[in-house]
DNA sequence: CTCGATCTTGCAAACGTGTTCATAAAAAAT
DNA sequence: ATTTTTTATGAACACGTTTGCAAGATCGAG
């Protein structure tokens, strides 16, 4: 047995017969209730920090039915993308006395669920869910448990509710938008065949920019990543082991375009001058690659600040819909420049 | 207002009413105690079901003086290496049916000790705080709360009882060595200079490697960075103003050293021919950098499940000290050769 | 001095669960 | 058939807080 085992913390009670009055007194008094005669309350205040007296918030939470808490579930804890994330949830949440609970559920729609449960019998107050695969699936859900779920980038093919999403299709619009403004009639396209409703989204902005500018899609020159660097080496290999090369290459993320930009430099070619080359993101790297990234800029720890303010604001009590949606913004830098005559 | 206003959930009454027997009895079944009946069991728990009734944790853990929760808190959140470790206690708190809270300090003592206290009034069943500036200074505040804390990578310049540490000591010096086995004289150190506890290991580290190969320091080859990629570019600058220019720098951490690289590249100098570059820690990027950096391991998600099994040995009742100590590994890569002739 | 109005306080219930203790019922032993 | 033992159950309390309600205290006006 160690010294951390459990034995009564000091509460409530202890000060209330400290003081000689009722602990309900006590508990005014701590809330600053105007119910309670100032002087009473100073006296109080003074025992409560004389005992160092910590409210119990599981004592609280029970009665007040709030637990000042959010759950966030994600993917995976690691991905930099997911971490900022959850940075810009962690500010605000902080920022109105609420904690947050974090789990990972490795992209699997059941762990998804199952994590959910869990935060739902911890009594969270809501949910924040980043790339869900469960989607709008959690409308009844949300309402049985009486909890709001709001999503960040919904990658399930529903359109949910409460949900903060990154409309790609703009964004990669204009990325390959400025690959063909340079003179690029020859684009590829790095998908990631994990991405869902991302990926489609992106390949959808691709094909549309093309369509713009006249130029028709080759069948060819569509491949598919894992959204991750090995993902992006792989399917640039094969793009250079084709017959015709195209002269610029859009991926899906930053990850798959700093892996092929690897593979591409291992063929001795250089970036941009034999293969312009665009990402989608703005991880911090995407500035110190050589060369620097050219990239479409996602606002990840602004999403999920969105995500957690407007959570916060149903918390509150306002029911207006909000399906929020951001845009990327093109960072044009130097990996990307005129094709070769 | 909305459809998300608290209201009655269905409680371990509720189904005592349906079955027709106590909540007592219900509670009982529902942890399958041998205390009930077999038969009475099962329909209490078909009953539960039927009712969709999931036992409410904060009712639980008032009971039981258990939240089967534990805080971690952290410096930042987006830093790659807090990610990785951050994921490592998630895997095991998880898997042992904990929830993990989440939260960022700044890297500032006050919000950490702030934090903790938080942590505390929620009642966690422990905390882990990863580069605290806090360090021994918890151990009356952890005795006092009754609450055991694990430090990872304690940056106070103290010995705490529950702890897991890189020592960075052999790691740098094997790292060093490493350059001064392949010929180099002239080793330089960029270090951070808000690494506190850290960078002097890794100073260490270095000097006692140049010291075993009778190797005289060089005052102006030691310059700080800020442990970031910013830091690293200025400290490298300044390295490179120099009249006599090292032929190899060993770097406080990868970040810093892909800072270094890039500014060795950008004065058209080539790594490893002109400058050998190594680093500390392994970051995901540090293998697909251009060359790929030699550096030293640093078991991060490792170190985030030992402190969090620590942690778990102590809440069930263990009591051995436990400062644990890793190592880390020196990865050669590509980004360290001989001295030109 | 009395009466109502206003403060201040305590009592008790509530929140949802776990747990101890006593007791009833059933089973086993005599 | 009676006593002892075992098993199953419920009543009651505990956990720490909030809160509605009522009672008591205080005060000012008449």
């Known amino acids: ?13 202890d000060i209330a017969k400290a003081a000689g009055v009722s602990h309900a007194t006590v508990s005014r008094a701590l809330q600053s209730s105007s119910l309670v005669k100032p002087e009473t309350a100073q006296r109080i205040r003074e025992i409560a920090q004389r005992f160092g007296y910590r409210p119990n918030f599981v004592g609280r939470s029970l009665a007040t039915q709030r637990t000042q808490t959010i759950g966030v579930v994600v993917n995976a804890i690691a991905d930099p ?10 500010a605000v949440a902080r920022a109105h006395d609420y904690s947050v609970y974090l789990a990972n559920c490795h992209a699997d ?5 199952r994590v959910v449960q869990s935060f739902h019998e911890r009594r969270v107050d809501g949910i924040l869910v980043a790339a869900s695969r469960v989607g709008a699936l959690y409308e009844p859900i949300a ?9 960040i980038n919904n990658q399930h093919p529903s359109s949910y509710k409460y949900s903060v999403n990154i409309n790609s299709i703009p964004g990669s619009r204009e990325a390959v938008g400025h690959l063909v403004a340079l003179g690029h009639r020859d684009i590829a396209y790095i998908g990631d065949r994990f991405g869902y409703q991302t990926d489609l989204d992106r390949f959808s902005g691709y094909r549309q920019a093309l369509e713009l500018a006249g130029i028709a899609a080759r069948e060819e020159w569509i491949v598919h990543g894992d ?12 793009l250079l082991d084709l017959p015709a090369l ?15 930009l690897r593979v591409i430099h291992e063929h001795s070619l250089r970036v941009p001058q034999d293969i312009s080359l665009a990402g989608f993101d703005d991880l911090f790297l ?25 959570l916060l604001r149903i918390l509150a009590g306002e029911d207006s819909d909000a399906r929020t949606e951001v845009k990327g913004e093109l960072i044009v830098r130097a990996s990307t420049a005129p094709p070769r005559a």
């Open 109 to 113: 729609p059941e762990t998804e669920m």
């Open 81 to 90: 993308i997911v971490a900022e994330m959850v940075s810009g949830v962690e």
């Open 143 to 151: 309402a049985q448990m009486r909890t709001p779920i709001i999503l």
């Open 227 to 238: 959204g991750k660097l090995e993902g992006g080496t792989l399917a640039m290999r094969k």
């Open 286 to 310: 995407a500035s110190y690659t050589e060369p620097p990234l050219t990239t479409v800029r996602q606002p990840k720890h602004e999403m999920g600040r969105m995500a957690t303010e407007i």
């Open 246 to 260: 195209p002269s610029a290459v859009f991926c899906y993320n930053d990850m798959t375009a700093i892996g092929a």
């Open 1 to 13: 047995m160690n010294t951390f085992a459990r034995s009564s913390y000091i509460s409530i009670k």
